[in-house]
């Protein structure tokens, strides 16, 4: 009997999985789409900011948006109840916040002594605290529970609709766009700040530029993975790639290609398996590709760097014989 229950379990599973893989389903078709343009659009705009140096930068935007998320469901809900929880005051207040996050960051870096690094995470444990402190308030309030808003922290792909999906190919599209046309002056902002203000780039309205894609990108990935996830979605995918090539170039198609397939394989596999949140899949996803390129990555990879070494000692030995 036992092992008839294991047989129709297997059974069962076999055809969540065959059903995933071949998108039958029209809300798998959705979240397939729109996580995958996220992904795509993320790998790009993280690959400057690890150039960039900014790779807490991503945790701060996620972190900064929890005030302004509260806020955004509080005051509406004090002036007409049940208006809180739409998602574009949501969305809205998020931006905002992370916006305001993003510039404290760089006026303390530009006006103080402070590091970068410490000026990041001091800007991070502010905003976090205050968020933390006002979602106590939001859970305390009528509508608290019903608001909703812990999907945006840790994420609810299920719940993405072709509304959100075509929002997110948008966004992606003018993201990408703006990567694409800026690409010579976001490289030489990540690479020479100073010698690109000598030759008269404004370094300024780029670092504003790049900064607001990195808010613009983290906020759109709120429904699909959630704040304290989509950093993951920002960071893993250029970090990846960078095993592969020297390339900027390629680099950051690469990144793009990476993202785009952890969050493919995350929404597969989270469709083929229920009871796994798509979130924590496609981080773990893309966790694993970090770690095959970290192995095998043609340019800086383990196993490559050890067959070299490996080919040249040989070399040596011969010479010497």
């Known amino acids: 009997m036992s092992f008839d229950l294991v047989l129709a379990a297997a059974d069962s599973m076999w055809e969540l999985l065959l059903r995933a893989v071949t998108l039958r389903d029209y809300n798998t078709r959705v979240v397939l789409g729109g996580t995958t343009l996220l992904?795509?659009?993320?790998?790009?705009?993280?690959?400057?900011?690890?150039?960039?140096?900014?790779?807490?930068?991503?945790?701060?935007?996620?972190?900064?948006?929890?005030?302004?998320?509260?806020?955004?469901f509080l005051v509406p809900a004090r002036l007409s109840p049940g208006s809180g929880r739409s998602s574009s005051v949501l969305l809205f207040g998020a931006?905002?916040?992370?916006?305001?996050g993003m510039a404290l960051t760089m006026c303390i870096r530009r006006w103080t002594r402070i590091k970068d690094d410490a000026a990041l995470a001091i800007v991070l444990g502010l905003f976090f605290g205050l968020g933390m402190a006002l979602f106590t308030v939001v859970q305390r309030t009528?509508?608290?529970?019903?608001?909703g808003l812990q999907h945006f922290i840790f994420g609810k792909a299920a719940s993405i609709v072709a509304a959100d999906v075509w929002l997110i190919a948008e966004v992606s599209a003018v993201v990408t766009l703006l990567c694409c046309g800026l690409f010579k002056e976001f490289s030489l902002l990540c690479f020479d700040e100073e010698f690109a203000a000598a030759r008269g780039y404004r370094t300024?309205?780029?670092d504003w530029g790049l900064t607001l894609m990195a808010v613009t990108v983290t906020l759109i990935g709120l429904q699909s993975v959630g704040l304290l996830l989509v950093v993951a979605l920002l960071l893993i995918p250029?970090?990846?790639?960078?095993?592969?090539?020297?390339?900027?170039?390629?680099?950051?198609?690469?990144?793009?290609?990476i993202g785009g397939l952890s969050c493919g394989i995350g929404v597969l596999l989270s469709a083929a398996f229920p009871r796994l949140a798509a979130g924590a899949v496609i981080v773990l996803s893309g966790a694993v590709l970090f770690v095959l390129s970290l192995l095998f990555g043609r340019s800086r990879g383990l196993w490559p760097r050890w067959r070299s070494q490996r080919v040249f000692e040989q070399k040596i030995g011969r010479s010497d014989l």
Request: aromatic share 6%; net charge positive.
């Open 95 to 100: 931006f905002v916040s992370s916006l305001l």
């Open 39 to 72: 992904g795509i659009s993320s790998g790009l705009v993280g690959t400057f900011l690890v150039l960039r140096k900014r790779a807490l930068a991503a945790d701060v935007v996620s972190h900064s948006a929890l005030p302004g998320m509260a806020i955004a």
């Open 142 to 147: 009528a509508t608290g529970n019903a608001a």
């Open 204 to 206: 300024v309205m780029l």
């Open 238 to 257: 250029p970090t990846a790639a960078r095993f592969w090539t020297h390339h900027l170039k390629s680099m950051a198609l690469v990144a793009a290609g």
